[in-house]
């Protein structure tokens, strides 16, 4: 289980400056990724693919990154018994409302979890928790960054207060 990675989708390349923060974040906690292009609307039968075979080629969660429709998190959720987080990509259409009702309002049965609108970061470590809930290093890793996230807060409340 150490050696599960993410899968990072997106439904499009110009998805591709959001997700990039995702990867940043999975870097930086050391967990590996393979990041793809590949559509539920124009590419259904590949998705498909990807999703049935993705715990065979040892990934252990998928993010998926989409807008507009945003149907991609849903397509692959319902092929896969894997953990899918769904990002809802901000579009020029409705800023991004759109994506986020896809992806947020799946049926009973086929859950996606959601982050924020453009919430790459957010995304990453939340398939880094879920990774960690087998992999106590990688655990201790998320528990340092709560930690240093703490810190950062409490010594600028206190440079706030001193500086008043």
Do not use: W
């Amino acid at each position: 289980m150490a050696d599960l990675k993410v899968a990072i989708v997106m439904g499009s390349k110009s998805d591709y400056p959001v997700v990039a923060k995702a990867e940043q974040k999975l870097a930086e906690f050391g967990v590996q990724y393979e990041t793809r292009i590949i559509s539920a609307h124009r590419t259904p039968k590949q998705a498909e693919e990807f999703a049935a075979n993705a715990e065979m080629n040892g990934f252990g969660a998928i993010i998926a990154a989409a807008g507009k429709a945003a149907h991609l998190a849903g397509v692959l959720a319902a092929t896969t018994a894997l953990p899918v987080i769904g990002i809802p990509m901000k579009s020029s259409t409705l800023d991004g409302l759109d994506s986020l009702l896809s992806v947020v309002q799946m049926p009973k049965g086929v859950p996606v979890a959601t982050v924020a609108i453009d919430g790459a970061e957010n995304a990453a470590i939340l398939a880094v928790q879920i990774l960690a809930t087998g992999n106590p290093e990688l655990r201790q890793k998320i528990k340092d960054f709560k930690k240093a996230q703490e810190e950062e807060i409490v010594a600028l409340d206190k440079e706030f207060n001193e500086g008043k």
